[in-house]
Nanobody, 113 residues
Framework: QVQLVESGGGLVQPGGSLRLSCATS????????MGWYRQAPGKQRELVATIGRGGSTSYAETVKGRFTITRDNAKNTVYLQMASLKPEDTAVYYCKTIGLSGWGQGTQVTVSS
């Protein structure tokens, strides 16, 4: 069973940057696509970005050009570099192995002045 541990969240001012990490275990990381999701208070969880096992990426329109998803197969870790953060990016961010069930505990990102 996959285990996912997100980290790197925090409080940041509008326009700031954060880098989230998601360490995985229990799977052969390199053969799976990975995704970052987020859930704001009172809203449904939404897909933010995905990265294929070959490194192809896709982004939600709301974050395109500001967020970058990458992966390090040697470290079994996926990252989300977030720049030009806006208050509406405030949410709990989760990573997920595409095609497998299970979520980590998430990491809180708060964008506020």
């Amino acid at each position: 069973q996959v285990q996912l541990v997100e980290s790197g969240g925090g409080l940041v001012q509008p326009g700031g940057s954060l880098r989230l990490s998601c360490a995985t275990s229990g799977i052969i990381f390199s053969i799976y696509a990975m995704g970052w999701y987020r859930q704001a208070p009172g809203k449904q969880r939404e897909l933010v970005a995905t990265i294929g096992r070959g490194g192809s990426t896709s982004y939600a329109e709301t974050v395109k050009g500001r967020f970058t998803i990458t992966r390090d197969n040697a470290k079994n870790t996926v990252y989300l570099q977030m720049a030009s953060l806006k208050p509406e990016d405030t949410a709990v961010y989760y990573c997920k192995t595409i095609g497998l069930s299970g979520w980590g505990q998430g990491t809180q990102v708060t964008v506020s002045s």
